[in-house]
């Protein structure tokens, strides 16, 4: 289903290489200021912006097409449209019979019978994530002044994150990496026993986002090898503070009122240069595929503004809810 | 909200010191053969087993009170109840004003302004667990010939499960724990590209599962250190079969007719014998408490079924609506 | 789908001749008073009181078996049980393979293929709005100081109540009626233009009653013949009232403060004691039916109070999401 | 919530006198034949086509921006867009000041705090009707071979519709109306019976179509005055046909594979050319109002097309839950 949240929700729509990707936001509160030049920043933040990142330029510049009347939302859906301009003009006949192996090509083909749009994958694309940065900053001035940063901790393994991408280039390969984000000053209280746990509906939005394959709260796996004496977080006070953060910020599914702490681990781009086995999909026989056109070596790099939009997304819905 | 799925659904109520704790499955469908001596296996695999387990024990019999009639379900919805007999006579008054470092006893009298059951946690209680393992067994028909498996794969960091558990009870603390499972024949085409992806849904109700405090699948936070050649699964033949299994048998939110793989951390119980700082809420001051009662030093142990009936329900819903 | 609600929502199980009827009622605050008592007024009201009642008589008492402590809610699911004890001993084989005309015997057979419980109408019968009344009266204590009235405006086409009833009775007969609802000291604003309209998600509450032909908010029907000029409602001062209230409290799917009027017809039983044609659910052929046992000759006599319960957990829930 | 259906839903977004209206139709399945022309006769259908109607005129062209590729649906959100072009420059800041009785001008400016977009309505106009009979065209493709018709059985009261509203276009007036509509060759089994039986449906649905107040099926209020022996169906043979159908084709909310019928009352349209007295929002002093521009006599002329769209969205909806 094409839509997430309970009282601020999100749909999205468009693929790839179609006319346009567009996300439709509702449930915001009257009121709220905003115009295109708010999305700018966040919308450059998800940019390839270095060396690793796809050559694909897009202006991506918002279109409010909804819901904003003389600068304020009005409390009826808010829809943007952002065109797809730099559209490749790859052959995609044959693209469309081999499937790039790691990606979302067979299924797609398997699950539509055929009819899903293989351009550059479609509804399947990482391009989508422009609709989530786009209602992320909507979500951002609802649960203002909740703070919410995001940063690539490594990439290939590696601290040295430019070192590591600048080798993969060279050898026409894609690593992939880990990103943290975090909120201050969550309120107490957000978040469901069962079965919308924080947690729950948070992981539900990040898996969301292509190329996610794990996340983790707190201390995370790391908990596996801890005791229950270590991992507990002492109260320093009535507040809820704590000692440590072992925790994320959630207990029981319900944030705590520490910082909301997660990772995420996102795989190697799987389209890559490299030439790789793969099936025909119309005769069934292996064949060759050497991946043509624009892609990332290192989309984890283009994830942090993804996932603090995630993470306000979650929030906003949570906080319209506790009222 | 305590509902979880779009067709087959569950929903769940009780306490872990109340009278019950119960489970409504709906969108099950008609004609399908359910006995409460189907639950027998894996209600027993969730009980307490060995050291490491809490000693309370509960016959935890299943009552089916609505939903079948003459041995098989009739398309309403299916009720099914587990009274709670060995109830604790605990002062929990007392504890009630000590919230347990590291348990939901803090957040939920916040978030509930007091009036929360503080009763073996209440609602937050991971007896509450029952309620899935017995919608588990009813998916697990449903989703036939699908095979789901689960096992402990390490506990307190490492492989000699029973010796690490034994030194945690020693020392009164407890032990986190690493839990993986998977399914065998499962059909192409699960999920959906955005926002119900297969990982979506999965970790959505896992992470309602108290204790759990990561995921991932398939390659999961190890994909952060490989390349994309490594990493992409290689296509064997036309099926989809590949020759590795990184993808843990989902791409682009969709399975791939591979097994699904997947591997969560439990951390280790909060609730210890040994004496830990806390807060007392009503006056604020800093103080002590070492639990009393029962508890289980490696809640780790009890969580394999609960995660097959985590993927079993998931699945049986995703099959329901792909027709 | 077996819930109902965003916020406030309610699930209900059970069968009529099963072991019970229950409701779990989920996003109720904490804090609120409730005990078992405070059901008593309402089910009385809803239990079969005059002549053209159905005979059968059950205490329904209601068993609260989770979600309250100590006298309060806690904010976890409440569940509420009603046994069954007055369970005809009719053969519902035979019944079972001859369907009721007007009655759900003949899809329920067929949408559950044989599999349905047929006893009094499994879970179609009109015993499952106790679960709804039981809901109501929690949905009143979160709306107040809102209050709902409710009462029957004529049965069998006449003012004279009883005197149709009578008749009916008299020729082994059923008949309808006319029930309406009203709230008063609604707040502004309740309601959202697409598409849960106030009149949207109410309807669809009163159309899951059994019996529920039409309903019509306002002058409803008879704006078919009236003019613009005469049935817009003349606003007397900033407040929003108006003079008159054609609009039933209701503009554009929004409550306007005036009070929430609305109308439906319940058609007569179909349930009668005079012998009616039927067809043989397993050869095919036509066949006779007189309906033994206990039936309500003006079933709309029982339905004012489902009614309110209705209203009033349609007015908790936007209540709930209006904050 | 901007959303309407569990497995083919459908959120609508856009304003009267914003920059388009929109729809976004999701679940659809792939492989569905859909192309801009398809949708021609049912838009005109929708379109003011006499005396009576709104001189407001638009091409109403739909732009299908996404989940086509190469003229069939893919299994993606499908986005269709219509720009207004139409546009009043009429002064709307004194427009918002007088709130039309009758309109949503009042609650929409309530709820939303005067942060509504007051221009012909906003998101509360009937124009946003024609993203529904959109997502109908789709829908009918869906659940072929059923058959949908509609028609406008009176206006103000009369059989004869041209002579009624010529009256009432001379007296500056508007009249109401009831529209019927009904399905042919309906599958046994559409519908549950809790808490979404089919009435309950298809009415939260129609009920967000501005201007009607009222809903019936079969019998519909004039169930009220009948016995049950006479309302009941009487089954002809073993395929559940009857010989009259007073059910409306729905027993116990399912379909019991008779012909869907039901009718709606369309009150008169609110805004009129008459002088009416309305009230001054900011300094709520009384005032009066004649509407300018351009509205509809009698807006039940153009709701056939849409209820057909209405329930045809239903059935798709249904139909594809129920394999």
New interface residues.
């Given amino acids: 289903?094409?839509?997430?949240g309970?009282?601020f929700?999100i749909?999205?729509?468009?693929?790839s290489h179609?006319?346009?990707i567009?996300v439709?936001i509702?449930?915001c509160p009257?009121?709220i200021s905003i115009n295109e030049q708010d999305f700018e920043h966040d919308l450059n933040r998800r940019k390839p912006a270095m060396n690793g990142s796809t050559p694909r330029k897009e202006d991506d510049l918002p279109e409010i097409?909804?819901?904003i009347?003389k600068g304020?939302?009005?409390?009826?859906?808010?829809?943007i449209?952002f065109r797809n301009k730099n559209i490749s003009s790859l052959d995609y006949e044959e693209i469309a019979q081999k499937?790039?192996?790691?990606?979302?090509d067979?299924?797609?083909y398997?699950?539509?019978?055929g009819?899903?749009?293989p351009?550059g994958?479609?509804?399947?694309s990482g391009r989508?994530t422009l609709a989530l940065v786009a209602a992320g900053v909507v979500a951002k001035k609802i649960i203002s002044p909740i703070e919410i940063s995001s940063a690539l901790m490594?990439?290939?393994?590696k601290k040295n994150i430019v070192k590591a991408i600048e080798e993969?280039v060279s050898?026409g390969?894609?690593?992939?990496?880990?990103v943290e984000c975090s909120a201050k000053d969550v309120p107490?209280?957000l978040g469901?026993?069962?079965?919308?746990?924080f947690?729950?509906?948070l992981?539900?939005?990040?898996?969301?986002i292509?190329a996610?394959?794990?996340?983790?709260?707190?201390?995370?796996?790391e908990?596996?090898?801890?005791?229950?004496?270590?991992?507990?977080?002492?109260?320093m006070?009535?507040s809820?503070k704590?000692l440590t953060n072992?925790?994320?910020g959630i207990?029981?599914?319900?944030?705590?009122g520490n910082d909301i702490v997660f990772r995420v681990?996102?795989?190697?781009?799987?389209?890559?240069s490299?030439t790789?086995?793969?099936?025909n999909?119309t005769n069934?026989e292996?064949t060759q595929l050497a991946v043509q056109g624009r892609h990332d070596t290192c989309i984890?790099l283009r994830i942090p503004v993804v996932l603090e939009a995630s993470l306000a997304i979650v929030l906003a819905d949570f906080k319209l809810?506790s009222?």
Same sequence: chains 1, 2, 3, 4.
């Fill in positions: 289903m094409n839509k997430f309970r009282i929700s749909s999205i729509f468009g693929e179609g006319e346009l567009g439709t509702d449930g009257s009121g097409v909804s819901g009347y304020f939302s009005t409390g009826a859906p808010i829809t449209l499937p790039r192996p790691g990606h979302a067979f299924v797609g398997k699950k539509f019978e009819f899903n749009d351009r994958g479609g509804h399947f989508m490594e990439a290939g393994g993969a050898n390969d894609s690593i992939g990496g880990i107490i209280g469901e026993p069962f079965f919308d746990s947690e729950s509906v992981s539900h939005l990040v898996f969301s292509p996610i394959k794990g996340i983790e709260f707190g201390s995370g796996f908990a596996a090898k801890m005791k229950g004496a270590e991992h507990n977080d002492v109260f006070d009535n809820g704590t072992h925790s994320g207990n029981g599914g319900i944030t705590n681990v996102v795989k190697p781009t799987s389209s890559i490299k790789q086995q793969t099936i999909l069934g292996l984890a809810m009222y």
